[in-house]
């Protein structure tokens, strides 16, 4: 561990059975901080005889080495720095406390090492953890609040708000607040009540630091609300509250807190991990087991731990527990026998906490209505073992109930040179052109009863594609064609409609309604075709002898399962 001499400002390096005691700051970073080669250079400058001092060429390449920029060049501009200014600020802090050394991150760190940046962001916790004495100091608090104004300076600051100041509070055994003007203004034994009413962290957690008793899914509440400047760097500040030690890999985004997951998924039975749920959703997203980001455990902060059985697998996630039916009392809409309620040992408020999953294939299954979590009867549970993939993949003949939408591909010729447009879809307040996207009318899933047998539901659309020759940029066809869902049964079909033999392609939308009324009929005993005829399709000879082909599968789209249409050229 390298610290600076609270005198000297030098700095010296120890090893964890030496480290002397010291004073470690908590602040959030500014425009105007001092790295470790400006430092160094500082250092180095002051340890020249006077002569040296004063040869212009020689500072200069030191001041290239410490990587100054040219308008920024000689110490006098480094020390006029409000970084600096609070580097001397932390080192008179360090002597009060008689510390003779003290610990900031800004110049501590050579960040040019990624062997050394990495060791320290793992070791960053027990760094706090030891040290003697720990400074917050909160920049933007400029009054100095009176004496049970604390909790209110404390939640204005955008110290508060960061990602790396959540371990920063928990691991210190000692830790006082300053204002801007570094007046102290609170400290963590006697304002742990109002810590814990602007953090979410319990008082027995601020006063112990114990955080043995606290779930997976507990101490990810308490990051919900922090950011990061760094996407990474969201997972990265947790490790050390779960003790969790793994790789940085800067520029894997969101991928750096599924891998956080999948160790903690490696290192403890705790399946309150799974105790999340999504802002947004609906039973048309699909979802694997894991959370996106800290942000989805933002209402679990009641949630007690649990003890389940999971592993990873080459299969997907692998998860033992009970599954239970849904009944008329979970769920109003009782129409989906593939979906169930599963539950984990996790508990909130003295219930187990369940939520929604669907079959997908045979153990294989997927998470759905991810914004939701519901209790269900252990009478009915059955215990099982179940498959989740972090993005499921769906079967291409997979029917659903709860599709998001109808997406239209982009057409595919790839023999001869045609552009293909999507000129006209019906009906037309369903059809985003932005996302070549026709939505599912929502009213079919709320206003309907899928109980009553008798009832008859069916979508239909119909989109015309202009085809033009690439050469001459002219128009040389156009077909119509029709998709169908049947809410009924979540089958999905399709056909192309002959256009015209009139110049100009298929009639204008008012001329067919005979064409629709005749799909419809031959829609109605379509669902009586074999498993097979359910993803067929009609094939024309389009117009000037080209032939197109279109084709419906089912997928995701965005995380919601929807029909993936495909139109190309038919070879």
């Not at 040219?70 to 409000?82: C, M, Q, T, V």
């Not at 953090?199 to 990051?223: C, F, H, N, R």
């Not at 993939?389 to 997979?398: A, D, G, K, N, V």
């Not at 033009?468 to 049947?486: C, H, N, Q």
Request: hydrophobic letters at 35%; aromatic letters at 12%; one cysteine or more.
């Amino acid at each position: 561990m390298r610290l600076l001499h609270a005198e000297t400002l030098e700095f010296k390096t120890f090893h964890d059975d030496e480290l002397p005691e010291y004073l470690i700051l908590s602040h959030t970073w500014g425009n105007e901080e001092v790295s470790y080669q400006e430092m160094r250079f500082l250092q180095q400058l002051l340890a020249l005889p006077g002569h040296l001092r004063s040869n212009t060429a020689l500072v200069a390449a030191m001041e290239a080495a410490a990587g100054l920029q040219a308008n920024l060049r000689g110490h006098d501009s480094i020390k006029r720095r409000s970084g600096y200014k609070k580097i001397n600020k932390t080192a008179k802090q360090a002597r009060e406390e008689r510390c003779e050394y003290f610990w900031i991150d800004t110049c501590c760190i050579d960040k040019s090492s990624s062997a050394e940046l990495q060791e320290a962001i793992n070791s960053m916790f027990v760094w706090y953890r030891r040290s003697k004495f720990c400074a917050v100091y909160l920049e933007d608090v400029k009054t100095t609040p009176g004496p049970f104004a604390f909790g209110s300076a404390l939640r204005a600051a955008r110290w508060t708000t960061r990602g790396w100041t959540l371990q920063e509070l928990i691991a210190p055994r000692r830790l006082y607040f300053f204002d801007g003007y570094w007046n102290l203004i609170g400290w963590k034994e006697s304002d742990a009540p109002s810590i814990s009413s602007v953090t979410g962290i319990p008082y027995y957690v601020l006063e112990t630091g114990d955080l043995s008793q606290a779930s997976i899914a507990q101490k990810m509440s308490w990051a919900a609300k922090r950011q990061t400047t760094r996407v990474e760097d969201r997972a990265y500040s947790l490790m050390g509250l779960f003790g969790i030690h793994m790789p940085m890999l800067y520029g894997e985004g969101d991928n750096a807190f599924r891998r956080l997951q999948e160790e903690l998924i490696r290192t403890t039975p705790d399946d309150s991990v799974f105790a999340w749920r999504a802002k947004k959703s609906s039973l048309s997203r699909y979802s694997g087991l894991l959370a996106k980001s800290p942000c989805e455990f933002g209402d679990s902060g009641n949630v007690t731990r649990g003890n389940g059985v999971f592993a990873l697998s080459n299969l997907g996630l692998r998860l033992e527990t009970k599954v239970c039916s849904l009944s008329d009392a979970d769920m109003k809409q009782n129409w989906d026998k593939s979906m169930f309620s599963c539950v984990l040992d996790a508990s909130e408020k003295g219930q187990k906490i369940a939520f929604l999953i669907r079959e997908l294939e045979p153990s294989k299954h997927a998470r759905v209505a991810v914004d939701t979590t519901r209790s269900c009867s252990a009478m009915s549970a059955e215990r099982k073992t179940l498959y989740f993939e972090h993005t499921p993949q769906i079967p291409r003949l997979f029917r659903s109930r709860a599709m998001h939408c109808f997406h239209l591909r982009p057409p595919k010729y790839p023999t001869f040179p045609i552009l293909g447009t999507i000129s006209k879809v019906r009906p037309h307040d369903l059809w985003d052109s932005k996302q070549d996207e026709i939505l599912m009318p929502q009213s079919g899933f709320d206003g309907y009863d899928f109980n009553v047998a008798t009832e008859k539901m069916h979508f239909i659309s119909l989109v015309w594609l202009s085809s033009f020759l690439a050469s001459v940029g002219r128009e040389i066809s156009t077909w119509a064609i029709l998709l169908g869902y049947d809410l009924s049964t979540g089958r999905a079909w399709c056909t192309i409609l002959k256009p015209n033999d009139r110049p100009g392609g298929w009639p204008k939308p008012d001329a067919c309604t005979s064409e629709w009324r005749s799909a419809i009929q031959e829609f109605e005993g379509f669902e009586n075709c074999d498993e097979k005829d359910c993803a067929s399709f009609e094939e024309l000879t389009g117009f000037s002898g080209g032939n197109i082909r279109v084709e419906v599968s089912s997928g995701l789209r965005h995380g919601l399962i929807s029909h993936i249409v495909d139109i190309y050229e038919s070879q």
